[in-house]
């Protein structure tokens, strides 16, 4: 059987690619558990790993849905991100709500919103700035996805910095500096990302 | 609802802390429109600048409440504006300011009682200092079985103390259990603490401790590396190493679980100081681990050897300094599949079972590669919660729980050991 740590890089990196596609501030889907799995089965092109897995939302553990994914992490072109397909079974709740409520709630401020370290060192994060954790968890999706290998395991440790940049158009702009945390090294990497979104158009991650 | 005023009360605070207003006076209303035109109504409210209306849902075609807060001065001319249009509204909020008073109050006399009381709160991230208070006064409370010795220094001159769980008896068998050897993984060292406790406190009733200590020892180093400890309070949360200086380099700090002497220095580690997994020098080199190695070699009886660490929810055995099995692989998966049992149990925490090469990674120099092989057969290595969501960031709501369900698993190690002698 293939070692477990090997389903369970590409389940991580799975996750995180469906994150930065279907996430936002309103919604949070997190790995739950790798079902069953199978790979690498190697060919010219890389390695390909076939996975079920079940994604949950990060405050509703009601929410399970089934995943299936195929993950290939090319060998030739190290610059080249994995391939990832995935298909999730059902639906993901709707984050509408959520993600009105917070588009408001900053269009609305007078100041720019900055905030630091969250979650603070004892893990807490303040209500107010749950949709922005969520949000930056969504686009270290992108960025986890784009620079995943198979000997990597990244995931966002914390937020240390966030500043928002005023748009006059209907987009949310964000600057974020991240740490993300590699299971494998045991790296801390900070990163710095500027993040678009609308609750239209989802995620986009422009730096 | 309940939650949905802490959520409108945090919005206001958080506007608050923005923005240093006040919010005497203002209410909040929940309006509830019926059809398009009301809708039209209230954008045409929204649109009235000098109301200084805070929409905090706007009002759409969703067909969802909308929750406004209104200056106490226009409060009267906005619940007319309403009425005579026939608008549904209810009062959510009477006076916001009322409200955050409150809230700052509750939480000043929470801190307050807090301070005031003797009772060590294990359900929350503490300081070394508040820590070694604690194992003090656990070892006052219950004289009888628990005691405290040093085992050394670390490399900056803080004390390692390991608490003795002992009822008498001469160089027994005993069980060792360590805990923050990496000083990022806060729920270690907080569940260690909740862990001395337990043993502490069930001795008198629970049969399984009982007809333990009254064969065996039990061992707890629950802050191996209190340099690093201290420095991720102070200065670094992200902290994992010693903090000892490496000659000829500016980078700082040792990987301590990669400098004991199983396969030190393979690739399974970084000859690099700069690096997460530096292995140091030599095996051993650090101060931290030099203690454990003479505590544990001048007993000579340890018969069980268990690091805490996080994250990632596995519980692992040897090797990992290489991927062939252990002699005792049958006996330990089985064993560690059983305690794995147990933890999932409790709130359904599922953890993966495997030799360490097989489940995390290649890691030469590791605590339980080393006691293993100089004859200590049951060795585990645990990743306590969670999987990724906050990893070493680990709510503190979640100490408790993640120590409770840690402990039958413990038991059942423990246990086995018992029944097991060699």
Redesign the interface.
Do not use: C
């Given at each position: 059987p293939p070692?477990?740590?090997r389903l369970?890089r590409a389940a991580?990196l799975a996750a995180g690619l469906i994150r930065y596609r279907r996430g936002g501030p309103g919604r949070g889907p997190?790995?739950r558990?790798v079902r069953r799995g199978r790979g690498p089965d190697i060919d010219d092109a890389g390695h390909k790993y076939h996975l079920e897995f079940v994604l949950e939302d990060?405050n509703d553990k009601d929410s399970a849905v089934n995943c299936t994914a195929e993950v290939l992490y090319h060998l030739g072109n190290r610059n080249t991100p994995p391939d990832v397909q995935f298909t999730i079974e059902g639906e993901l709740k709707s984050s509408?709500?959520a993600d009105?409520?917070f588009y408001?709630?900053i269009k609305?401020?007078?100041?720019e919103?900055v905030a630091e370290n969250i979650?603070?060192?004892?893990?807490?994060v303040?209500?107010?700035?749950v949709p922005i954790r969520l949000l930056a968890w969504a686009a270290a999706g992108y960025v986890i996805w784009q620079n995943s290998t198979e000997d990597t395991e990244l995931?966002?440790?914390?937020i240390k910095r966030v500043k928002q940049v005023k748009r006059s158009d209907e987009y949310l702009e964000f600057d974020y500096v991240i740490?993300l945390?590699d299971?494998?090294?045991?790296?801390?990497i900070p990163w710095r990302i500027t993040v678009l979104w609308h609750p239209q158009h989802g995620v986009q991650v422009t730096r | 609802t309940p939650n949905m005023k802490l959520i409108l009360i945090f919005g206001a605070l958080f506007g608050a802390s923005l923005c240093l207003e006040t919010f005497v006076g203002h209410q909040v209303l929940r309006i509830k429109t019926r059809n398009e035109e009301e809708v039209k109504q209230l954008q045409l409210l929204e649109s009235l600048e000098h109301l200084e209306l805070d929409f905090w849902t706007s009002p759409s075609t969703c067909a969802l409440p909308v929750d406004v807060r209104i200056p106490v001065n226009n409060v009267q001319a906005v619940k007319a504006f309403l009425e005579s249009h026939g608008i549904e509204y209810s009062i959510l909020i009477e006076d916001l300011q009322v409200l955050l008073d409150q809230e700052k109050q509750d939480m000043a006399d929470s801190q307050q009682r807090e301070r005031a009381s003797s009772t060590f709160n294990y359900g929350t991230y503490h300081s070394l200092d508040a820590i070694y208070a604690e194992l003090d006064h656990l070892v006052y409370e219950y004289s009888d079985i628990v005691s405290k010795f040093e085992i050394g220094r670390s490399y900056e001159n803080r004390p390692l103390y390991v608490l003795k769980f002992s009822t008498g008896g001469r160089n027994r068998r005993a069980i060792w259990i360590d805990a923050g050897i990496h000083s990022r993984e806060w729920v270690t060292q907080a569940s260690a603490v909740w862990i001395a406790k337990e043993i502490a406190s069930s001795y008198g009733q629970d049969p399984s401790i009982i007809s333990l200590l009254n064969k065996m020892d039990i061992f707890l180093l629950t802050v191996t590396n209190p340099d690093g400890y201290v420095f991720t309070h102070t200065t670094n949360r992200m902290w994992r190493k010693t903090r000892s200086r490496n000659q000829g380099s500016l980078c700082i700090g040792v990987d301590p679980n990669r400098n004991w002497d199983a396969g030190f220095g393979g690739p399974g580690a970084s000859n690099n100081p700069c690096s997460e997994s530096y292995h140091g020098p030599r095996a051993n080199s650090e101060v931290e681990v030099q203690s454990v190695v003479n505590f544990i070699e001048n007993h000579g009886n340890i018969q069980a050897f268990i690091t805490l660490h996080s994250y990632s929810q596995l519980l692992m055995y040897p090797y990992g300094y290489k991927c062939t099995q252990p002699a005792d692989y049958v006996e330990l998966d089985a064993l560690g599949r059983a305690a794995a049992s147990s933890i999932q149990s409790l709130y359904g925490t599922t953890f993966t079972v495997g030799s360490i090469c097989n489940t995390i990674y290649a890691a030469d120099g590791t605590t339980i590669d080393w006691a293993y092989d100089n004859g200590v057969k049951y060795s585990f290595t645990f990743e306590l919660r969670d999987s990724g969501r906050y990893g070493f960031l680990l709510p503190s709501t979640q100490i408790i729980p993640t120590a409770t369900e840690t402990w039958p698993a413990l038991l059942d190690i423990m246990v086995h050991v018992l029944e097991h002698p060699y």
């Open positions: 070692s477990s740590f369970r991580v997190v790995l558990d990060l509408d709500e009105h409520r408001n709630q609305s401020l007078k100041e919103l979650p603070d060192s004892h893990g807490n303040p209500p107010a700035l995931h966002l440790a914390q740490l945390h299971v494998v090294s045991q790296d801390v | -």
